[in-house]
């Protein structure tokens, strides 16, 4: 049973900074796509970033490119600095089994969800 568990939510101010993390476990890490995804409270969901299974190239939703990185290593991370009040979601980590960062973007084939961990930017 494949399992993506986030961690690292929590409230912050403007301008800080927080690290999301996801932990991998019942598939091979190496052979997926993955990424992030956000929803605001009563939005739609968004693309947030996506890493590649191969080389480590990235991918980055306009609103966040410059400011978050996405990276892995034994786990999927999310460092975002300069928070902004905009920033406000549930943040979700997603694996596809694709060589696309495009396709994972599209939220259409995600093989697995995390449950979500709370990120709010207070003003």
């Known amino acids: 049973q494949a399992q993506l568990v986030e961690s690292g939510g929590g409230l912050v101010q403007a301008g800080d900074s927080l690290r999301l993390s996801c932990a991998v476990s019942g598939l091979d890490f190496s052979r997926y796509t993955l990424g992030w995804f956000r929803q605001p409270p009563g939005k739609e969901r968004e693309f947030v970033a996506a890493?590649?299974?191969?080389?480590g190239s990235t991918y980055y939703a306009d609103a966040v490119k410059g400011r978050f990185t996405i990276s892995r290593d034994n786990a999927l991370h999310l460092q975002m600095d300069h928070l902004k009040p905009d920033d406000t979601a549930v943040y979700y980590c997603?694996?596809?089994?694709?060589?696309?960062?495009?396709?994972?973007?599209?939220?259409?084939?995600?093989?697995?969800w995390g449950q979500g961990t709370q990120v709010t930017v207070s003003s």
């Open positions: 997603a694996a596809q089994n694709t060589y696309s960062m495009m396709a994972l973007a599209l939220a259409t084939g995600i093989n697995y």
């Open positions: 890493i590649s299974r191969s080389d």
